[in-house]
T-cell receptor, first 116, second 112 residues
């Protein structure tokens, strides 16, 4: 069965520190991978996506993620966290969205807290 | 104005009542979706539609129905609400040539 695991429910980092949010997936076909962010009271916003090619992808707000097929992982990173990054982050996987639509399987989310 | 608008944003209702959540979009996308968010579970797909004549069940469609009234409008109905349908519901859209979902701000439903 398709699944996404985000092992960390909550993470707290100091402002200016580096960040890594973990994501592991189980998917039978070629995975199309996404990271979304949800600020309080808001809908989700796409941070970045991996479809093919370079396994290190850059996103908005200074985030990047690396696809590692051998580890079935797609971890999200940021070198220096800002207080405004405090939010909930979701990893998701699905089929080719252009062909099959965004029928995504989401992880349970990781809540990021930033301390000053 | 938001590109994807959901109404109502908050609703409290009683068990057995019929509820409709509405979604409209100005992005011109063909594809629309309803997802449900529960704490600790992430988002789960309820229904999706790739055009006005195409409606498909997602992974948790039991107890829900949808209507695609126009390209820009996609409504979710709970015919007889029950407490375990208490959740945050999101409408989303996507285009044929992008891989991105565009979300509304969510409709929080509480069933007592």
């Amino acid at each position: 069965a398709q699944s996404v695991t985000q092992p960390d429910i909550h993470i707290t980092v100091s402002e200016g520190a580096s960040l890594e949010l973990r994501c592991n997936y189980s998917y039978g076909a070629t995975p199309y991978l996404f990271w979304y962010v949800q600020s309080p009271g808001q809908g989700l916003q796409l941070l970045l996506k991996y479809f093919s090619g370079d396994t290190l992808v850059q996103g908005i707000k200074g985030f990047e993620a690396e696809f590692k097929r051998s580890q079935s992982s797609f971890n999200l990173r940021k070198p220096s966290v800002h207080w405004s990054d405090a939010a909930e982050y979701f990893c998701a996987v699905g089929d080719n969205p252009m062909e099959y639509g965004n029928k995504l399987v989401f992880g349970a989310g990781t809540i990021l807290r930033v301390k000053s | 104005d938001a590109d994807v608008t959901q109404t109502p944003r908050n609703r409290i209702t009683k068990t057995g009542k019929r509820i409709m959540l509405e979604c409209s979009q100005t992005k011109g996308h063909d594809r629309m979706y309803w997802y449900r968010q529960d704490p600790g579970l992430g988002l789960q797909l309820i229904y999706y539609s790739f055009d006005v004549k195409d409606i498909n069940k997602g992974e948790i469609s039991d107890g829900y129905s949808v209507s695609r009234q126009a390209q820009a409008k996609f409504s979710l109905s709970l015919e007889s609400a029950i407490p375990n349908q208490t959740a945050l519901y999101f409408c989303a859209t996507s285009g044929r040539h992008t891989g991105e979902l565009f979300f509304g701000e969510g409709s929080r439903l509480t069933v007592l």
